[in-house]
């Protein structure tokens, strides 16, 4: 079978580029071709890039890489996929769009997503939803649902998302991609329109495992414009990809795996780690007790920090301002925030500015910040024992558009397995390891602060061992 240019890899892409038998020109045409094709029926874009330059001398080569619209773009407008930034284009780029510049990735459109990330199947967006390439009735996850829908349905080759409470990895488990949440500073967050501060973090989206160490060679590294950025010594995340994992440890908290976890997702994590043990690994059964308070405590504390970033947008110091032509100021804020936000920001703002009011700060804020050190504090006690630990990342493959946009609390019950990491700080990966009625799982790989290598180790070995057909049926042709 004659391998495509939409079929290869990243890393195979930049190869091509590198040894002269491919033209960057030509690759991007080839890409744009895809987005004329499909996107119209999965919707991954909100704006595309009609002057997207690369150097094909980087080590991204000219590759076309798509990046969520809540990180900006010099030039190229950034929505959040809210009404209330439809015309904002930032004078300058995010530290990661520089850095992807830099190594001469060109960046091709910026992708959909729930309004202001807030969400987990963008459906939340203000102009329109994304769409499952495996599945056009079936929502991609969120928030970065656009940019998993991009690199599935071969309309990028690698995408950029945020994750704040697994907006990377859990449509990267509905879409079948790599998606890696990253390390509390490991990656900049300058530029990166602010959600929920002390916990979201920037993480690459690619088709397979080495692809996701090169997007990190890339992407990561220190910045000092950014006060949470960590001074770590650089790493080659593709050194890590020769290793294996016998002698490892690996624990399966069992809390990952309990009631309205789906069967088919239980066989496919359990195949994964069977398959480690026959590597020569060792595994146990663990308990992390505290995760079964993190979705209470992860949204009290994103909800009351989404409250205070988004009270800038007033219509006065950002956002678009609403015409308030005889009235007052505090009608035309009431008028501008009213149609500038959706139904889900404008529920996030009012329980977070009632969590953090007098009378309630403690009750509810700062006993989620008491929670999320117990949760930390279990994490880094089962990681003086095992090297990662292993579970799902959604415990069901992707659900259908309209099944749960009505009903928040079921919407919020999906980051169950995703929201502790946020809250610890730790890296984690969701990997694609197997199908359940046709539609794809994630693994979800975690591992101690610091420790993306690792993960990619355990992650590039299981992906050789299952070795799925991880296109779409949009993608088949």
Same mark, same amino acid.
């Given at each position: 079978?004659?391998?495509?240019?939409?079929?290869?890899?990243?890393?195979?892409?930049?190869?091509?580029?590198?040894?002269?038998?491919?033209?960057?020109?030509?690759?991007?045409?080839?890409?744009?071709?895809?987005?004329?094709?499909?996107?119209?029926?999965?919707?991954?874009?909100?704006?595309?890039?009609?002057?997207?330059?690369?150097?094909?001398?980087?080590?991204?080569?000219?590759?076309?890489?798509?990046?969520?619209?809540?990180?900006?773009?010099?030039?190229?407008?950034?929505?959040?996929?809210?009404?209330?930034?439809?015309?904002?284009?930032?004078?300058?780029?995010?530290?990661?769009?520089?850095?992807?510049?830099?190594?001469?990735?060109?960046?091709?459109?910026?992708?959909?997503?729930?309004?202001?990330?807030?969400?987990?199947?963008?459906?939340?967006?203000?102009?329109?939803?994304?769409?499952?390439?495996?599945?056009?009735?079936?929502?991609?996850?969120?928030?970065?649902?656009?940019?998993?829908?991009?690199?599935?349905?071969?309309?990028?080759?690698?995408?950029?998302?945020?994750?704040?409470?697994?907006?990377?990895?859990?449509?990267?488990?509905?879409?079948?991609?790599?998606?890696?949440?990253?390390?509390?500073?490991?990656?900049?967050?300058?530029?990166?329109?602010?959600?929920?501060?002390?916990?979201?973090?920037?993480?690459?989206?690619?088709?397979?495992?080495?692809?996701?160490?090169? @997007?990190?060679? %890339?992407? =990561?590294?220190?910045?000092?414009? &950014? $006060?949470?950025?960590?001074?770590?010594?650089? !790493? *080659?995340?593709?050194?890590?990809?020769?290793?294996?994992?016998?002698?490892?440890?690996?624990?399966?908290?069992?809390?990952?795996?309990?009631?309205?976890?789906?069967?088919?997702?239980?066989?496919?994590?359990?195949?994964?780690?069977?398959?480690?043990?026959?590597?020569?690994?060792?595994?146990?059964?663990?308990?992390?007790?505290?995760?079964?308070?993190?979705?209470?405590?992860?949204?009290?504390?994103? @909800?009351?920090? %989404?409250? =205070?970033?988004?009270?800038?947008? &007033? $219509?006065?110091?950002?956002?678009?301002?609403? !015409? *308030?032509?005889?009235?007052?100021?505090?009608?035309?804020?009431?008028?501008?925030?009213?149609?500038?936000?959706?139904?889900?920001?404008?529920?996030?703002?009012?329980?977070?500015?009632?969590?953090?009011?007098?009378?309630?700060?403690?009750?509810?804020?700062?006993?989620?910040?008491?929670?999320?050190?117990?949760?930390?504090?279990?994490?880094?006690?089962?990681?003086?024992?095992?090297?990662?630990?292993?579970?799902?990342?959604?415990? =069901?493959?992707?659900?259908?558009?309209?099944?749960?946009?009505?009903?928040?609390?079921?919407?919020?019950?999906?980051?169950?397995?995703?929201?502790?990491?946020?809250?610890?700080?730790?890296?984690?990966?969701?990997?694609?390891?197997?199908?359940?009625?046709?539609?794809?799982?994630?693994?979800?790989?975690?591992?101690?602060?610091?420790?993306?290598?690792?993960?990619?180790?355990?992650?590039?070995?299981?992906?050789?061992?299952?070795?799925?057909?991880?296109?779409?049926?949009?993608?088949?042709?």
């Amino acid at each position: 079978m004659m391998v495509g240019i939409l079929d290869l890899t990243l890393y195979e892409l930049v190869d091509a580029i590198k040894n002269g038998s491919l033209d960057a020109e030509e690759v991007l045409e080839e890409y744009r071709g895809s987005i004329r094709k499909s996107d119209g029926k999965v919707k991954a874009y909100i704006t595309l890039n009609d002057h997207a330059d690369g150097d094909p001398r980087g080590i991204l080569a000219g590759a076309p890489i798509a990046v969520k619209d809540n990180i900006c773009t010099k030039g190229m407008r950034t929505t959040c996929a809210s009404k209330m930034l439809e015309g904002y284009v930032p004078p300058y780029d995010a530290a990661v769009v520089q850095r992807i510049k830099g190594a001469g990735g060109r960046v091709i459109g910026k992708t959909n997503m729930d309004e202001f990330a807030m969400g987990s199947s963008t459906e939340h967006s203000a102009f329109f939803p994304s769409r499952n390439p495996w599945d056009t009735d079936r929502v991609p996850g969120g928030s970065s649902g656009g940019s998993g829908v991009a690199v599935a349905a071969r309309e990028a080759v690698a995408a950029l998302g945020s994750d704040t409470g697994g907006s990377v990895r859990c449509p990267a488990s509905f879409c079948g991609v790599v998606g890696l949440k990253t390390t509390y500073g490991l990656m900049s967050r300058y530029g990166l329109v602010s959600f929920s501060n002390s916990i979201e973090q920037i993480g690459p989206m690619t088709r397979d495992v080495r692809d996701c160490a090169l @997007m990190m060679n %890339a992407v =990561s590294g220190y910045d000092e414009r &950014d $006060g949470t950025s960590l001074n770590v010594d650089a !790493e *080659d995340y593709l050194s890590y990809l020769a290793n294996d994992v016998k002698g490892m440890r690996f624990g399966v908290p069992r809390e990952f795996l309990g009631d309205g976890t789906d069967d088919g997702v239980s066989k496919a994590v359990w195949r994964c780690v069977n398959s480690l043990e026959s590597m020569g690994a060792r595994w146990d059964e663990v308990s992390l007790p505290s995760v079964r308070y993190a979705l209470p405590a992860y949204y009290m504390i994103a @909800m009351s920090e %989404a409250s =205070s970033n988004l009270a800038r947008y &007033d $219509g006065i110091r950002y956002g678009t301002r609403e !015409e *308030d032509e005889g009235l007052d100021w505090s009608s035309s804020y009431s008028k501008t925030r009213g149609r500038g936000f959706g139904k889900e920001v404008k529920r996030r703002i009012i329980l977070g500015t009632f969590a953090l009011s007098s009378g309630y700060y403690e009750a509810y804020y700062i006993k989620a910040q008491k929670v999320r050190t117990l949760i930390k504090n279990e994490f880094d006690r089962l990681f003086k024992e095992y090297d990662a630990l292993l579970g799902p990342t959604m415990p =069901s493959p992707a659900f259908r558009l309209g099944e749960k946009v009505d009903d928040p609390l079921s919407m919020y019950m999906t980051d169950i397995d995703t929201v502790s990491i946020n809250l610890a700080g730790i890296p984690a990966l969701s990997l694609p390891c197997g199908f359940v009625d046709g539609l794809p799982v994630g693994l979800q790989i975690m591992a101690p602060p610091l420790c993306e290598g690792r993960i990619l180790t355990v992650a590039k070995r299981i992906e050789e061992e299952l070795r799925l057909d991880l296109r779409p049926p949009l993608a088949r042709g």
